[in-house]
C-alpha cells in the first residue's frame, strides 16, 4: 500500500495544474455565455439611464469572471494545501453561478442579479476562509500570516459588509425599480467592491513576493 504522505505530496504538487486548468476552461465558459446575452439584450443599446445602468451590471459580471480567476490563480502559486474533494467541486459551483450572473442581465431580473451576486460573494468568502485555516496549518506555508490573520474578524469585516450591501442594493432596486438612480448606485457600488478585491489580491500577492507595492 502506497506512503499515505506520498499521496499527499503528490496531491500537493498536481492540484493546482488541475484546478487552473478546469478554472480556466469554466471561465472561458462563462465570458462565452455572458457575451452572447449582452448581444442579445435589446435595452443595453436603447440607450438612457436604463443602457448605462446595464452596462455597468455587464461590467460587474466580467469583473466578477476576472476576480475569481485572479484570486485562484495567485491562490494556487502563494500557497500549498492537501486538497479535498470539495476542492475539486467549487469551480462547478463558481462557474454555474457565473453563468447565471450572465444569464440574469435582464431589467426585470436585476434585484436577483444582486442577491445572486451578493451569494457568490458570501460563497466565495467562505470558500477562501476554510482553504486559508488549512493551508495554515500546513508547514511549507510557514511565515506568511506572520502579520496577518486572514480568517480573523478584522479581514472578514469588510467582506461581510459588502455581502450586507450587496443584498440590501438587491431590495432597493426591488422596491425602487431597475432603471432608476437607486440602481445606478447599487450596481456602481457592486463594480466598485470589485475593483477593491482585485487591488486586495494585487496587494497580497506583491506582500507574498516581497514586491515594492508602488509597482507590479
Known amino acids: 500500500m502506497a506512503d499515505p504522505q506520498v499521496i499527499r505530496e503528490r496531491a500537493k504538487n498536481r492540484f493546482p495544474s488541475v484546478l487552473l486548468t478546469l478554472l480556466s476552461i469554466i471561465q472561458a465558459l462563462a465570458l462565452e455565455v455572458l457575451w452572447s446575452n449582452?448581444?442579445?439584450?435589446?435595452?443595453?443599446?436603447?440607450?438612457?439611464?436604463?443602457?448605462?445602468?446595464?452596462?455597468?451590471?455587464?461590467?460587474?459580471?466580467?469583473?466578477?469572471?476576472?476576480?475569481?480567476?485572479?484570486?485562484?490563480?495567485?491562490?494556487?502559486?502563494?500557497?500549498?494545501?492537501?486538497?479535498s474533494i470539495r476542492d475539486s467541486i467549487l469551480p462547478f459551483i463558481i462557474g454555474g453561478a457565473e453563468f447565471l450572473l450572465a444569464e440574469m442581465l435582464s431589467p426585470e431580473l436585476r434585484h436577483l442579479w444582486f442577491f445572486l451576486f451578493a451569494g457568490i460573494f458570501g460563497f466565495s468568502t467562505w470558500t477562501s476562509t476554510t482553504i486559508f485555516i488549512r493551508a495554515r496549518h500546513d508547514p511549507d506555508n510557514a511565515g506568511?500570516?506572520?502579520?496577518?490573520?486572514?480568517?480573523?474578524?478584522?479581514?472578514?469585516?469588510?467582506?461581510?459588509?459588502?455581502?450586507?450591501?450587496?443584498?440590501?442594493?438587491?431590495?432597493?432596486?426591488?422596491?425602487?425599480?431597475?432603471?432608476?438612480?437607486?440602481?445606478?448606485?447599487?450596481?456602481?457600488?457592486?463594480?466598485?467592491?470589485?475593483?477593491?478585491?482585485?487591488?486586495?489580491?494585487?496587494?497580497?500577492?506583491?506582500?507574498?513576493?516581497?514586491?515594492d507595492q508602488g509597482g507590479d
Open 38 to 83: 449582452f448581444s442579445g439584450s435589446d435595452h443595453l443599446w436603447a440607450g438612457g439611464l436604463g443602457a448605462v445602468i446595464g452596462w455597468l451590471q455587464v461590467s460587474a459580471v466580467f469583473g466578477a469572471i476576472v476576480v475569481v480567476w485572479l484570486f485562484y490563480s495567485s491562490l494556487m502559486m502563494r500557497l500549498v494545501w492537501v486538497p
Open 144 to 211: 506568511l500570516w506572520d502579520d496577518f490573520d486572514p480568517y480573523g474578524i478584522g479581514a472578514l469585516a469588510g467582506p461581510v459588509g459588502v455581502v450586507g450591501l450587496l443584498a440590501v442594493a438587491g431590495i432597493g432596486v426591488w422596491i425602487w425599480g431597475a432603471t432608476g438612480l437607486v440602481a445606478l448606485f447599487a450596481v456602481g457600488f457592486a463594480n466598485f467592491a470589485l475593483i477593491v478585491q482585485i487591488l486586495a489580491i494585487r496587494y497580497f500577492w506583491n506582500k507574498s513576493l516581497g514586491l
